[in-house]
């Protein structure tokens, strides 16, 4: 009975479950249809033309959008909820500027957060906020500013959805920045989402790739607005090229780009056309004689100098578009572990160290697309990189050949007319002072290309056709940017303007957006700081780019992108500088793109506060108050900790509306910031303004905008207390200094005269007159930081080695060793120090004494050497010169110790 029962019971629930699952089924698929499909419809599909609607995916990353104007309806992603557009602006080319109706669903995972306020800053626009059909929040259209709804709002622990519909009724301008407010948070902040690409679709990847490879310096369109953003990359200017590159490279870069660098937008010209190989000879010697031929240099870079290089290479920013070379990475190259580096080609064949470190102090004066920006290299630092990369390059492709190159005049004359009529004039102009090429030929303008896969978007075009190395993706998208275009209604998309920009200067090679990029893990390791900072990766890493028109001010924005403007001096890694004239949209697109106000001021003065109210900021402030002090400078005053960015710039530049949001609730905004949190439930635990947070915060924000005279808060010392004042005699202070290195020994003299020694290399490395040193970078806070003099020096040495001794083929230079000081009776220091190469070693004591004769002022360098018996050395000292014999010491001077084994003579140096 009971078998009987168990196998009569098993068939029964076989069969409900069966009927379950089935019912379930149905359930779902209605319910999917009936809250994804039919909500989402603005106007019926059949309504929009087919060349216009892409296909719509309700459940890809990002914020998706179907915005219906003029009777036009497309579909398209965001990567965030928030946009601001001004008159004539639109969030697609593919609709007319003016009216619009649009609906956004949003989707994202709260996390820990179970309730939470929805709401936006809107402006220009009726908006309502629905979750499943039912209406969260309506307003009207005089509505300006954010509106939260009343009540929080229950959010399961997974990914929920949310309807934004806005109805833009004119051409004026249109704001919208989604916002939340969970129950543990102090303030409105913007609405999370799953992120999304940056580009929506394949026909803006396309738009990008036109850009990238500028297809329309010979398809030019008939459109001038669309013409000006799509002709955005130059090609470089070739006017002294000949002075920059070995002919030999140049002859194979002809023939083959691709192959001699992979992923160039330089296409091959050649491929399949009779008599090429003297057609790009031709060429070749027209190039040269522009400036050229270059002038050679095969001696292996110095290896010491190349180490320097690939420290720089790896700290300032490099690294993050061409990927890791140093001996400890672990990948090289383009492979899909390491990233998708830029190649940097083979370089010893192509150029020397000069020319290189040249061209990387400033590159865009070359390359005027600012695709390679500058990084702000010093000469050493450009020198150095180049002499890495030569070195690196040269250890897998050996030495370059010797260059015998002489341009033929018949050549040069025939390869100027290839140069216009195979189209390198219609891409390269030869830069200033040069004569240009004519450009002669003329190809179909971009609108009449049709979309029929020929001429460079044929896989395998005919002979004479420029083969770009396009592979199938590359030409669907460029199809499908061509197919739709003659459905763009306007030119002037700030959402597309934004992301075809931040991919042309892959931005997320080193900065997020919106989940997107970022350093990989590969090369996360080498950013770094230049001193010890307690901030964590905010402290080393570039910043977010989602939202940041929203934080800071354009004023700002403009200084960062064109003016080097450096917020965090502490970090190793650089921001790029790509030109002035190649950024000067981007701050108000970043603007745009974060829903800021519009139109975006120059600076956000926040509230106005009076002096009283300013007095309390800046006591909360310092050290009895919120001891903001402790991890921040103020008008350049130093932290009494650890470096922070200085406070006295925050007025200009941040927006008031993010510095409100920061100081209410930092770690809602940047998880595992160090930034404390002083408000709770809107008040904190001062009692100034009754504890109200956002009185305390105005309060703070008035005192900040007084600028850099400002009144300095409780506790913060003033760094003329760590002047170094030199009185009746000298003084030696030990320290690091930038040029002189950790292992510096500062000496100040009452002559007002003053120098650094390295106790490294031995050797006096700056001179500069005035006032001394300000030791606030050893003695302030933890101490650590460069303590340098405050004016520039007056002589600073080249490099070399006073005494050095000679060596004999087994050693590459002396070695120095440093055995301290000692001072004589008027405290003055003498250096000693050994010098040995082989089996020699010199004791030398060197004893720099400044001196003032009729007015002009000198430091008289006294040396006293000991060694073996009639040994030779060698004196270099530029710009110094033997006081007893005016013999000048710019070239190396060879000398030989007595018979005593000694030697004493003084040089002097005057400037």
Excluded at 215 to 236: E, F, G, I, M, Y
Aim: hydrophobic content about 40%; aromatic content about 8%.
């Amino acid at each position: 009975m009971q078998q009987r029962l168990i196998r009569r019971t098993g068939h029964t629930s076989l069969t409900a479950w069966l009927f379950i699952v089935v019912a379930l089924s149905v359930t779902i698929a209605v319910t999917f249809f009936l809250f994804q499909v039919v909500p989402a419809a603005l106007v019926p599909v059949s309504a929009v033309p087919s060349n216009v609607a892409d296909s719509f995916n309700p459940l890809g990353p990002g914020v998706h959008a179907r915005i219906v104007a003029g009777g036009i309806q497309v579909e398209r992603r965001l990567p965030a909820l928030s946009f601001s557009l001004g008159s004539g602006q639109v969030l697609d080319p593919r609709l007319p500027a003016g009216p619009f109706d649009a609906e956004f669903v949003v989707r994202f995972n709260p996390g820990r957060v179970r309730r939470a306020r929805l709401g936006a800053e809107i402006q220009g626009a009726t908006l309502s906020i629905e979750r499943r059909g039912k209406v969260l929040l309506t307003t009207g259209v005089d509505t300006v500013g954010p509106v939260m709804t009343d009540e929080p709002v229950f959010l399961p622990g997974r990914e929920v959805t949310f309807t934004y519909r806005i109805r833009r009724t004119g051409d004026g301008p249109v704001r919208l920045q989604a916002l939340w407010r969970p129950d543990n948070a102090s303030t409105d902040l913007p609405l999370p989402s799953d992120g999304g690409g940056l580009l929506s679709g394949p026909a803006e990847v396309g738009y990008a790739l036109l850009q990238r490879l500028n297809c329309v310096a010979c398809h030019r369109s008939t459109d001038a607005a669309l013409q000006a953003r799509l002709a955005v990359t130059p090609a470089p200017l070739l006017g002294n090229v000949g002075s920059r590159v070995r002919p030999g490279w140049l002859r194979g870069w002809l023939d083959d780009p691709a192959g001699t660098k992979p992923d160039v937008a330089m296409p091959a010209l050649f491929g399949g056309v009779a008599g090429a190989a003297d057609q790009i000879d031709d060429l070749t010697h027209f190039l040269v004689a522009l400036g050229g031929p270059i002038v050679d240099d095969l001696e292996p870079p110095s290896a010491a100098l190349a180490e320097t290089g690939n420290m720089f290479y790896h700290r300032v920013g490099c690294v993050a578009c061409h990927g890791p070379l140093d001996a400890g990475a672990e990948t090289h190259g383009r492979s899909p572990a390491a990233g998708d580096w830029t190649p940097l080609g083979p370089l010893a064949r192509k150029t020397t160290v000069a020319a290189l470190a040249a061209f990387l102090k400033d590159p865009v004066h070359v390359r005027p697309s600012g695709r390679m920006p500058s990084m702000g290299l010093t000469g050493l630092e450009a020198k150095a990189i180049s002499a890495f990369l030569i070195r690196h390059d040269r250890a897998s492709s050996g030495t370059p050949d010797p260059s015998t190159f002489t341009p033929d005049a018949a050549r040069v004359t025939r390869g100027r007319k290839l140069f216009a009529a195979r189209g390198c004039a219609n891409c390269h102009e030869m830069g200033p002072d040069v004569q240009p090429v004519e450009i002669t030929l003329q190809a179909t303008a971009l609108e009449r290309l049709g979309t029929a896969p020929g001429g460079c978007l044929a896989a395998d075009p005919p002979p004479g056709v420029p083969v770009f190395g396009l592979d199938d993706g590359d030409r669907a998208a460029i199809g499908a940017f061509l197919q739709t275009l003659g459905a763009w209604r306007s030119a002037d998309a700030p959402i597309l303007d934004l992301a075809a920009d931040i991919t042309r200067f892959s931005c997320t090679r080193c900065h997020d957006f919106h989940g997107v990029g970022g350093p990989p893990a590969a090369v996360d390791r080498y950013f770094v700081t230049n001193t010890e900072v307690d901030a964590g990766d905010e402290g080393r890493l570039p910043p977010a780019l989602g939202g940041v028109g929203a934080r800071l001010t354009p004023l700002w924005l403009e200084t960062v992108l064109s003016d080097a403007g450096i917020a965090r001096p502490y970090m190793a890694t650089r921001m790029p500088q790509f030109g002035e004239s190649n950024v000067a949209r981007l701050a108000p697109l970043l603007a745009a793109a974060a829903g800021a106000s519009v139109p975006a001021t120059a600076r956000d003065d926040g509230p106005s506060v009076d002096d009283q109210v300013a007095e309390i900021g800046r006591r909360l402030t310092g050290a009895n108050g919120f001891n903001c002090i402790q991890c921040h400078s103020i008008a350049g005053r130093a932290s009494t900790n650890l470096p922070g960015p200085d406070l006295v710039d925050m007025p200009e530049r941040l927006r008031y509306g993010f510095f409100s949001q920061w100081m209410h609730d930092p770690r809602q905004l940047r998880p595992g910031t160090r930034m404390p949190t002083f408000f709770y439930g809107g008040r904190s635990g001062l009692q100034e303004l009754d504890g109200n947070a956002d009185d305390q915060i105005a309060a703070i924000w008035g005192y900040l905008s007084q600028g850099g005279h400002l009144a300095l808060p409780d506790g913060l010392a003033d760094p003329g207390d760590f002047q170094v004042e030199v009185l009746d005699e000298p003084v030696v202070l030990r320290t690091f200094m930038k040029e002189t290195g950790g292992r510096a020994i500062a000496c100040g003299f009452p002559e007002r005269i003053h120098f650094a020694f390295d106790a490294g290399r031995c050797r006096v490395v700056q001179v500069w007159t005035g006032r001394f040193l300000n030791a606030a970078g050893v003695w302030a806070a933890r101490g650590g930081s460069e303590t340098d003099p405050d004016q520039p020096p007056v002589w600073m040495n080249p490099g070399t080695d006073v005494i050095s001794l000679p060596v004999s083929a087994s050693d590459t230079t002396p070695s120095y060793r440093f055995r301290g000081y000692r001072f004589d009776t008027l405290r003055r220091p003498t250096f000693q120090y050994e010098v040995t190469a082989g089996d020699a070693v010199v004791h030398v004591g060197e004893s720099p004494v400044p001196v003032w004769t009729d007015g002009r002022p000198s430091l008289q360098r006294r040396f006293e050497l000991e060694g073996p018996p009639g040994h030779q050395y060698i004196v270099h000292a530029a710009g110094h010169r033997f006081l007893d014999t005016g013999e000048a010491a710019d070239e190396p001077i060879e000398r030989n110790l007595d018979g005593n084994g000694t030697a004493r003579f003084t040089l002097e140096l005057t400037w």
